[in-house]
């Protein structure tokens, strides 16, 4: 409910806050706690095919700007297009236009260069730069530091890196956890043909069976295809994998908590080596050791150490991989102080970005 003298967000996005899944998670918290900090959220929701639908999504979200009289319209990419619906409706309504990057527009390691759809992502990176009131990044996407000082020194946006994701502490301290009786490790989120899938670690599971008396069972939760399942039925590690499809935020949140440890894959593409995804923050607030399978040179690989938050593997080194299953399992990993949970409330992110939008809204006055 609106309160008086709160001001009004319009977000562009392709989630609703009641959708299952993490995004939508997210999307829920960010309508809660912007409105703690004077900011009404309405959603401009997009539906697929999203390039048909595009023109319907700009004649809805103008319709809901006038409605709802909106101060500050605002896009989320991911997919990119999204940024497209929000400048025509900040343009057409005469509203100031926050651009904010979820995932990098041409920099992701899901885009082959040189493919259209990275000459696409360009495109609207160059209307970002160049239209948007205000640009932001959150920390921990696939951008350097110097991106837009480098790639665009000319831009006219005004831009700002923005602080982790963080996570909301009482959606986990509250939930509960799932009981197993064997060692149990958990991987929640999707794989990526070509750059990220679970090859590696597999290979590293099939030794750590080999060389282990001890039971373990590996939990996939996602999108677990044939050729995965064939793979591990090759391996013979099969009898040990249970999968699962995606599932609801606040039914995967439990299974996390209950886990021995949990997963993270981020392979050796050096275009994923600044990336610090959005299921670690899960994976964090639910205090479980974290196994990365990843270069021990990305900025995941040092962020989990430099914080104790888990083991790294290369993803090159089965026998690596089992060893970190190894010391998981005996119970060697000491684990991080309360301090450092403490650290990335998803709060200190919503603080800021509540902040921008009252500046935006302060220009246009």
């Not at 806050?17 to 918290?29: C, F, Q």
């Amino acid at each position: 409910m609106t309160r008086p003298n709160q001001r009004t967000v319009l977000l562009v996005s392709d989630y609703l806050p009641t959708d299952p899944g993490g995004r939508a998670e997210k999307l829920a918290t960010r309508e809660v706690l912007l409105d703690e900090r004077g900011w009404n959220l309405v959603i401009c929701p997009v539906d697929e095919p999203y390039v048909l639908t595009l023109p319907v999504a700009i004649i809805r979200g103008v319709r809901m700007a006038r409605k709802h009289d909106v101060d500050v319209v605002h896009s989320i990419n991911n997919p990119f297009h999204l940024h497209l619906i929000g400048f025509v409706i900040s343009l057409l309504c005469g509203l100031p236009w926050l651009a904010e990057l979820r995932d990098a527009l041409v920099t992701d390691p899901d885009v082959a260069a040189g493919s259209a759809r990275y000459h696409a992502r360009r495109l609207v990176e160059r209307l970002v730069v160049s239209r948007a009131t205000k640009v932001v990044w959150i920390d921990g996407i696939q951008l350097p530091p110097d991106y837009f000082r480098t790639q665009y020194p000319d831009h006219n946006a005004d831009i700002e890196r923005l602080p982790f994701l963080g996570f909301v502490p009482d959606r986990f301290e509250d939930a509960g956890a799932a009981a197993y009786d064997t060692f149990t490790i958990t991987y929640a989120g999707s794989f990526y043909p070509g750059w990220l899938e679970p090859f590696s670690f597999l290979d590293g599971l099939d030794q750590f069976i080999r060389d282990a008396d001890d039971d373990i069972v590996v939990q996939f939760y996602g999108d677990w295809c044939d050729e995965y399942q064939q793979y591990a039925e090759d391996h013979a590690v099969d009898t040990v994998v249970r999968t699962h499809g995606f599932v609801p935020h606040e039914e995967i949140v439990p299974v996390l908590n209950g886990s021995d440890a949990v997963l993270y894959i981020g392979g050796t593409d050096e275009k994923n080596a600044r990336n610090v995804p959005s299921k670690i923050w899960d994976y964090i607030a639910s205090r479980r050791p974290i196994m990365a399978v990843v270069d021990p040179s990305f900025r995941v690989a040092t962020f989990i150490e430099e914080h104790d938050l888990g083991v790294v593997a290369s993803p090159d080194d089965p026998a690596e991989v089992a060893a970190a299953l190894r010391q998981l399992r005996d119970g060697q990993f000491n684990g991080a102080s309360t301090a450092v949970y403490e650290r990335f409330s998803r709060s200190r992110l919503v603080d800021e970005l509540a902040r921008v939008l009252d500046s935006m809204y302060e220009a246009a006055e």
